[in-house]
């Protein structure tokens, strides 16, 4: 509402404050002189972190408020507001991909390359993974790390640690589907695959073809998703037991989803 009075009240630090404490964004709207109040600006990118855009450059270079500022980032990427000597501030950054992690994509290569700086970024959002070094894309503890939080992390880590059998466990194990990003040596490995299945019975998909033969296998990944029978063997496609398994899951599976509606309409 702070668009629409008057100058004279655009100016009026009460009734300014007000606004940016309901709304931070209304910054947006007040006089210049209130934009570089630090006291107004911090209320502001308390309130919404975003609101730093419309602070004076004199505080988009002052670490109190840029600091509060990002820790306060509903996902927008705040930290591109800030003078360009915070952007590369290692502190602030930190702060900034604890709570966006994607705010990793634009930093420096030197902070990209800073093993604390990716480490805090991957335990928020694995996928900014992505806009590590090279050298932190195949540093162990870094991708143990990501892929135990998000299996699309994987797609990023080196081929070596693809083929690493820690590594594509711990993945698996946090979702099978993970599966599609191992190594052919690994998508052969049937203590993987098992792992895999039974976290998500249609990463068989992703098994050689060796595993998509074997009923132990089958009857696992069945038993965890029903479709995935799609991706066995025409011979076990044909094996009642098998398919019988599938049809319980299948029933099971409907059998949930009916009672989660029964709850969710229950609760409404």
Avoid: C, P, T
């Avoid at 009923?215 to 799609?230: F, G, R, S, Y």
């Amino acid at each position: 509402a702070l668009e629409y009075a008057s100058d004279e009240l655009k100016a009026d630090k009460e009734v300014v404050m007000a606004a940016v404490q309901s709304h931070g964004y209304a910054l947006e709207y007040a006089s210049d002189e209130l934009k570089a109040d630090k006291e107004v600006v911090m209320a502001a990118v308390q309130n919404n972190g975003m609101a730093l855009d419309y602070a004076s450059d004199e505080l988009k270079a002052d670490k109190e408020v840029v600091m509060a500022a990002v820790q306060n980032d509903e996902n927008e990427g705040v930290i591109n507001f800030a003078s360009d000597e915070l952007k590369a501030d290692k502190e602030v950054v930190m702060a900034a991909v604890q709570s966006y992690a994607y705010a990793l994509q634009f930093r420096s290569d030197e902070l990209k390359a800073d093993k604390e700086v990716v480490m805090a970024a991957v335990q928020s959002y694995a996928d900014a993974l992505e806009y590590a070094s090279n050298e932190l894309k195949a540093d162990k503890e870094i991708v143990m790390a990501a892929v135990k939080n998000d299996r699309f992390a994987l797609g990023y880590v080196s081929d070596e640690l693809k083929a690493d059998k820690e590594v594509i466990m711990a993945a698996v194990e946090n979702d099978g589907v993970a599966l599609e990003y191992a190594s052919d040596e690994l998508k052969a490995d049937k203590e993987i695959v098992m792992a895999a299945v039974q976290s998500a019975g249609w990463a068989l998909e992703y098994a050689s073809d060796e595993f998509k033969a074997d009923k132990e296998v089958i009857m696992a990944a069945v038993e965890n998703d029903a479709k995935a029978l799609e991706h066995a063997s025409d011979e076990l496609k044909a094996d009642k037991e098998i398919v019988m398994a599938a049809e319980n899951q299948e029933k099971l599976a409907k059998k949930k989803f009916e009672d989660y509606l029964k709850k969710i309409r229950g609760q409404n």
